[in-house]
């Protein structure tokens, strides 16, 4: 059922107006005439009254005993400078409700009597916006919508998307709408795939440039920085991209028999997506879509995605390529390039290369990007002993001996430098001669 009814226990306007059985909205400003925007197209007599709910109009219908629900917020048929609408589903009964009446004590104990209340009595008073009373019985209920059950009556996903973004509290039921789009057997196809991401993002979107514009006003408005973050909030359910991630993306983990061709091109919609709206794409999204290749050995399709710039670059994924060099090789050097494009990533670039005992590339990286004054001697001398190989450590010391004469006029190192231990080492090496007089 769509509608239940929950047991009462304690500016503009709309108004309603019933002409030859078509309702009318009119909308009221608070200073001028009311003015008829949108009229409802019933297509059944007899009596009506009218409820709102979630920014819904729920026109009950005694005779068919059945409830009409309409969304002026969605497009209608454009006439005479109004808005006509249909139903947005067909007519709907509302659940049955019982009522339990006081316990009637017999020969066997007390039994329990539940009484079944009559919908659409002719005893109904309607109340807006969502309240019902039985002025027989003497009793008031809220009428609610019942989301979970309207993802089963509309097979169209994009129109149902835009129905739920329009819902409060609606964001779970969003978000189960989308997995269930991805599972095996009920899977969707791309193009309705991206064109759910993208309402969800151009609301996402909206979000953020709301959230950037308040936190402006705040530190230009110290006074009242709550009431205007009251104002700036919205109602409308927020997509965001860990929501994506974990409740959307993770059902690929639990249905191992999803195609991988397929995986990839749901991420790469998404990502798509939050590029379209100018949303910067969190890692983690890269990180998966970068997992899920290498786990179906797709690397020739990740070292496009890489050269192509579909993965945009980030420390974070570059210690990822990293960490798969044992499996694919070319991915070192696909990770110290993009550290190399980030431009501010020079001393992990050097960390890299010391990590592979790449010493003179490190120095002559340190000296391409304005480094070299400032790299730990004491490091490089460190992964120059580590390697056994005396020309390098003599390549290295030398190095760095000569940059100490540039720098302070002698060859000796500093003792903050902590370096004692590699030069008595360079003299077991090649002798005390062979260090550059400290004169």
């Known amino acids: 059922m769509l509608f239940w009814l929950r047991f009462m226990t304690s500016c503009t306007f709309l108004y309603f107006a019933m002409v030859l059985q078509l309702p009318e909205v009119l909308h009221q400003p608070s200073d001028s005439n009311a003015k008829k925007t949108d009229i409802l197209r019933l297509n059944l007599s007899g009596r009506f009254a009218i409820n709102i709910v979630d920014s819904l109009i729920i026109v009950h219908h005694q005779v068919s005993k059945t409830s009409l ?28 409700f019982k009522l339990s009446l006081p316990a009637v004590p017999t020969s066997s104990g007390s039994e329990v009597q539940e009484y079944n209340c009559e919908l659409y009595s002719p005893n109904w008073v309607i109340f807006h916006p969502n309240v019902v009373l039985d002025a027989k ?8 919508l019942n989301l979970e059950s309207i993802v089963y009556m509309l097979t169209d996903k994009c129109r149902l998307i835009d129905f739920l973004l329009l819902r409060q509290d609606s964001k779970m039921v969003i978000l189960n709408v989308c997995r269930n789009m991805l599972i095996p057997g009920r899977q969707v196809s791309l193009t309705v795939i991206a064109t759910v991401f993208n309402k969800l993002n151009r609301v996402y979107s909206d979000h953020l440039n709301t959230a950037n514009g308040i936190a402006i006003a705040m530190l230009i408005n110290s006074v009242g920085s709550d009431a205007i973050r009251a104002e700036g909030m919205s109602k409308t359910p927020i997509i965001d991209q860990s929501d994506i991630y974990t409740h959307v993306l993770s059902v690929f983990d639990e249905y191992k028999d999803s195609s991988y061709k397929y995986v990839v091109a749901v991420m790469v919609e998404y990502i798509r997506s939050l590029g379209i709206f100018q949303i910067p794409v969190q890692h983690f999204l890269f990180e998966l879509i970068i ?8 690397f020739y399709q990740l070292h496009q995605f890489l050269q192509y710039h579909v993965v945009s670059d980030s420390k974070p994924l570059a210690c ?8 694919y090789p070319p991915a070192y050097q696909l990770a110290l390039d993009m550290l190399k494009r980030l431009s501010t990533a020079n001393d992990s670039i050097i ?7 790449q010493l003179l590339p490190a120095i002559r990286f340190s000296q391409s990007v304005g ?6 001697a004491r490091k490089f001398l460190e992964v120059a002993k580590a390697t056994e190989n005396q020309m390098t450590f003599f390549t290295v ?17 500093h003792p903050g430098e ?17 260090v550059l007089s400290t004169s």
Not at 291 to 298: G, K, Y
Not at 321 to 326: A, R, T
Not at 418 to 434: S, T
Request: one cysteine or more.
């Open 397 to 413: 010391f030398r190095f760095f001996e000569q940059r100490n004469v540039r720098l302070r006029g002698n060859a000796k190192f």
């Open 351 to 357: 960390e890299v290369l010391l990590s592979k005992h």
């Open 371 to 376: 480094m070299v004054d400032h790299i730990s």
């Open 320 to 327: 990822l390529l990293l960490s798969l060099e044992g499996s």
């Open 291 to 298: 997992n899920t290749l290498v786990q179906h050995n797709c």
């Open 137 to 144: 019985l003497g009793c008031f209920w809220y009428l609610q």
């Open 69 to 96: 629900v309409y969304d002026i917020h969605t497009p209608g048929e454009l006439g005479n400078g109004v808005t006509y609408h249909q139903p947005f589903l067909s007519p709907l009964p509302i659940r049955p």
């Open 418 to 434: 902590y370096c004692d231990p590699y030069v008595e080492h360079f003299k077991q090496l090649f002798g005390a001669d062979a």
